[in-house]
């Protein structure tokens, strides 16, 4: 793990303390309705039909890792590099009786068998903490079976561009969507750097691994938004905020 990716995890170790200190919230939240989408769902839907082996890269705080069990999942091995987040989605899924797993790793290089799962999912806040690209998605086609698939779900590589002015969509004059990286302001990874990579960065990325696109959406609707009430007008409907991929690893 170099410099700047023990620096983003240092952030993202004190930022998942938030995971721990409403663990009875998202306990509750966990219980109710599923935290997928609707498009998520009908897309996943042929793939969770046949009880998948699913395996997460970056989980975070889990919740979707429950949402994929009750969606008829067989079970979810989940990785991430916070040992603060996964320690306490390990426990919510053991309080819920879940067959949901947790690795404290980095990814890329998750230390899973080859061709170990069925479907790979990732996203929602994951893809720009990737240094590498490429790797991450080689490390998908590693892990996913001949016949499975990789499903992303993500915010879109020009949401970093879009102001939250709430009269109009301005760009934001620090911000290119052809940089390499930058700092992220915002809560819950504020501090930390992320790396900017285009959409036909990241579906190259995809096909280069051996993987076959089978679906890729955009959406003008953000996959997230702040608790404090908050309106861009960048969110209204005019603008993409995030998308949708799916692969399929060639038998």
Not at 57 to 76: M, Y
Not at 92 to 114: F, H, I, S
Not at 162 to 174: F, K, L, S, V, Y
Request: glycine share 6%.
């Amino acid at each position: 793990m170099d410099e700047v990716v023990a620096g983003n995890r240092v952030v993202w170790e004190q930022a998942s303390q938030k995971h721990v200190h409403e663990y009875d919230e998202l306990l509750a939240e966990a219980r109710g309705d599923e935290q997928l989408f609707a498009r998520e769902r009908e897309l996943l839907a042929p793939v969770l039909a046949r009880r998948p082996v699913v395996v997460h890269f970056q989980s975070g705080h889990g919740l979707d890792d429950v949402a994929l069990v009750k969606a008829d999942a067989e079970r979810v091995v989940s990785v991430d590099y916070s040992s603060v987040a996964a320690g306490a989605a390990q426990r919510r899924a053991d309080d819920l009786g879940v067959n949901c797993r947790y690795v404290v790793a980095e990814v890329p290089g998750v230390p899973l068998k080859d061709a170990s799962a069925d479907l790979v999912y990732t996203g929602k806040g994951a893809l720009i903490w990737m240094r590498d690209i490429d790797a991450w998605a080689q490390d998908a086609a590693r892990v996913v079976r001949p016949g499975g698939h990789l499903f992303v779900y993500e915010a879109h590589p020009a949401v970093p561009l879009w102001t939250w002015d709430q009269d109009e969509p301005r760009i934001r004059p620090d911000r290119s969507y052809f940089a390499k990286s930058h700092i992220n302001d915002t809560f819950p990874g504020n501090g930390a750097q992320e790396w900017q990579w285009t959409l036909g960065q990241i579906v190259t990325a995809v096909t280069k691994a051996g993987l076959q696109l089978q679906v890729l959406e955009e959406y003008a609707e953000p996959f997230w938004r702040p608790q404090d009430d908050t309106c861009a007008a960048a969110w209204s409907g005019r603008l993409p905020n995030s998308y949708a991929l799916l692969a399929q690893r060639p038998l």
